[in-house]
């Protein structure tokens, strides 16, 4: 038997477009054979596009599971970011194209951010902070996120971004754990149209963190300084940006960085329990951001990439901020939702600034399918050329839609598995290369070894398993933040006779032709009379019954079965919920992929519960499905919608 049973089966292909593939960095398959040949070696290579101050001496140190890359090397991350571009031809060039949610624009060139950049390194440098100290941000997507991660980098500060969403009990514990001594945030932010009280969440959280010294105030809302409801300064501790930057020097030498200085520290909330501080380095990080942001989006100097991603998150991280900006590449920045005030405001953003890549979230994708085609279709989206996804497996139905709604059937898209963990994209296609399937984020970028291992440890060429890589990659993590037993425990110790094999926690399925297809995290998989099931198969075969715009699917204790199938299903606007609709799909999916998987309850529901990140909480369902308490919900994104889906469902019950 298998480890994980496959049951979906998905026959379309689309090979890159010629004219696309003839203008590709990439369109042979040399690369990965020059990679696997010799993986260390392909990664000095693209070590070398990188500005360094001193050359490396030994590409990889690897004692397991503690690797160490371009040892002995010295870069600056927010030199190679910024002033290399100043330097060349990109002095001019738009960096950052910002947009905010009550449509206040701002557009900062390479040279604007080059000189801000250097004041805020001042700024920080003249309040003591110093190499390898903590910095905590908690900021709104305003560029101001940007300047000041990159001024940490600068000095060798390590900055924890802390999403803006999050509760001040959240940002308490991290900066604890983080032992920060600096916080910068802002009055506030806008979010569909209200202000989160940024600051005062930040005031809440530091009656209990003993290490922050300082606190720097952003004034996002202009003219709001002294608005007491919003900022209360409090004297010694509180400073405004704006006064400390207008006294800052703006030039300042970037502090050479040792390759395996710590970059930053970044939170994962994740689906299940306590936040880990993961620890990106500083040479081996910005190494594979630069490479797969060049190649996975065949980046040009002309384009407008648009990643919707927070700086909260790491896709903010490594495709708003590093990866992209270290190619010198224009990049647009939201600050606020996708349906504010209109539902179209994506599709006016791309037309306004001529994005020509587009890299979000399928939670967001099936919230666009949800609302209609009419939005994307007021709007001229013909300058996108290349469509990306991340944070969960894209159902094949959203992926059609994306393809031909969004992508007006024109636009390769690179599905792109990778976590907050391994700090860059190892699954994707490259876009003049690989044929796609819908839903199938396809192979390994060259220089990763991405495997289907069983629970016994030994590699699958096809059937479904367990995801791994099986060498160290430049990008990983190091360890997580104060705890290194933790980092051996979660992520080396799944098979004990491979203490070298990172464990990614995903399931996973391989297709005759090598095709990866992730089924979701391990902890969500099925066991149904014995088969053992990939919620995304069950959830995919829901989402492509057209009344169905978004699923989740979740097993409860059965006495037979060992676990029945629970769905809870949001329907696309105009669709009713009826008891006829509830037979239909159970029909349904039990036609597309097996009687095994007919769900045994479904719940119709106006929303799903998510993480902040848009992930799906299954655990939240399980409970619900299971009539249990609920258990901690402090990482949701709205608290209300379990509530109410846990009284519907115990009012069906009865
Ligand atoms: C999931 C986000 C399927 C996966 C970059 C992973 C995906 C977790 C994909 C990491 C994808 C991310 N297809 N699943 N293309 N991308 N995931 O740390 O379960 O927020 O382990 O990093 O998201 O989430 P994280």
Not at 106 to 111: A, Q, S
Not at 202 to 231: Q, T, Y
Not at 283 to 308: I, R
Not at 585 to 611: H, M, Y
Request: proline share 6%; glycine share 8%.
């Amino acid at each position: 038997m298998t480890d994980i049973d496959v049951l979906l089966t998905e026959n379309r292909k689309f090979a890159p477009d010629a004219a696309f593939r003839r203008a590709a960095h990439i369109s042979s398959r040399e690369l990965y054979d020059y990679a696997a040949a010799d993986p260390v070696g392909f990664w000095e290579g693209m070590a070398r596009e990188l500005a360094w101050t001193t050359p490396w001496t030994k590409a990889l140190e690897w004692t397991p599971p503690h690797a160490k890359w371009f040892v002995g090397g010295k870069l600056n991350a927010a030199y190679n970011c910024v002033d290399r571009h100043v330097a060349g031809s990109r002095r001019n060039k738009a960096a950052l194209v910002w947009e905010g949610e009550p449509g206040d624009r701002r557009t900062l060139t390479y040279w604007d951010l080059f000189i801000e950049v250097q004041k805020c390194a001042n700024m920080l440098a003249a309040l003591g902070v110093k190499k390898g100290d903590r910095v905590v941000i908690y900021l709104p997507l305003v560029p101001e996120a940007v300047i000041a991660m990159l001024g940490c980098a600068r000095i060798g500060a390590i900055h924890s971004v802390i999403f803006g969403g999050f509760s001040p009990d959240s940002v308490r514990d991290r900066v604890n754990d983080a032992e920060a001594k600096i916080v910068i945030t802002a009055d506030g932010g806008y979010r569909r149209g209200q202000i989160v009280p940024l600051k005062r969440n930040v005031d809440k959280a530091l009656e209990d963190c003993p290490s922050v010294e300082k606190v720097i105030v952003v004034r996002r809302r202009p003219g709001a300084e002294g608005d007491e409801a919003f900022a209360t300064m409090q004297e010694g501790r509180d400073l405004w940006w704006h006064r400390l930057m207008a006294r800052a020097p703006s030039k300042h030498e970037p502090v050479p960085m040792d390759a395996e200085d710590v970059l930053y520290i970044l939170y994962t909330s994740g689906t299940t329990g306590k936040p880990k501080g993961i620890v990106h380095t500083t040479g081996g990080y910005l190494t594979g951001v630069t490479m797969t942001t060049k190649y996975v989006f065949d980046l040009k100097e002309d384009d407008v990439f648009w990643c919707t991603a927070d700086v909260g998150w790491v896709t903010g991280h490594s495709y708003l901020v590093y990866g992209p900006l270290a190619n010198g590449a224009t990049c647009v920045m939201y600050e606020g939702a996708p349906d504010w005030p209109e539902k179209d405001r994506f599709w006016d953003i791309c037309e306004r600034h001529g994005v020509t890549i587009l890299y979000t979230a399928p939670t967001a994708i099936r919230a666009f399918m949800k609302w209609g085609d009419q939005h994307p279709q007021k709007h001229d989206l013909s300058r996108l050329r290349l469509l990306g996804s991340v944070g969960e497996p894209i159902n094949p139905e959203a992926w059609m839609w994306y393809r031909d709604v969004i992508g007006g059937g024109r636009c390769p898209i690179v599905d792109t598995w990778w976590q907050t963990e391994t700090g860059a994209i190892v699954i994707s296609a490259l876009p003049g290369v690989t044929e796609t399937k819908p839903g199938s984020a396809t192979f390994p970028l060259p220089g990763y070894s991405a495997e289907l291992v069983d629970n016994s440890g030994r590699i699958m060429k096809t059937g479904g398993g367990l995801l791994a890589m099986t060498r160290p990659w430049p990008s990983m993590l190091r360890t997580i933040w104060n705890d290194d037993k933790r980092y051996v425990q979660t992520y080396f110790s799944k098979w004990p006779e491979h203490p070298d094999y990172y464990f990614a926690g995903d399931g996973a399925k391989r297709d005759d032709d090598g095709y990866f297809w992730i089924l979701g995290r391990v902890d969500d998989v099925l066991n149904v009379a014995g088969h053992r099931i990939g919620t995304m198969e069950v959830e995919s075969a829901l989402v492509e019954h057209p009344s169905v715009a978004e699923a989740a699917v979740v097993g409860r204790a059965h006495e037979l079965k060992g676990q029945a199938l629970a769905a809870f299903v949001t329907l696309r606007e105009g669709q009713h919920a009826t008891p006829a609709l509830r037979d239909e799909l159970r029909e349904f999916v039990a036609e597309k992929i097996g009687a095994i998987a007919r769900p045994d309850d479904i719940l119709f529901s106006a929303d799903l519960p998510k993480t902040r990140s848009g992930k799906i909480m299954r655990r939240l369902l399980r409970d619900i499905a299971e009539g249990r308490a609920l258990g901690d919900t402090t990482t949701l994104a709205d608290p209300n919608v379990v509530a109410s889906l846990k009284e519907q469902y115990e009012a069906q019950e009865s």
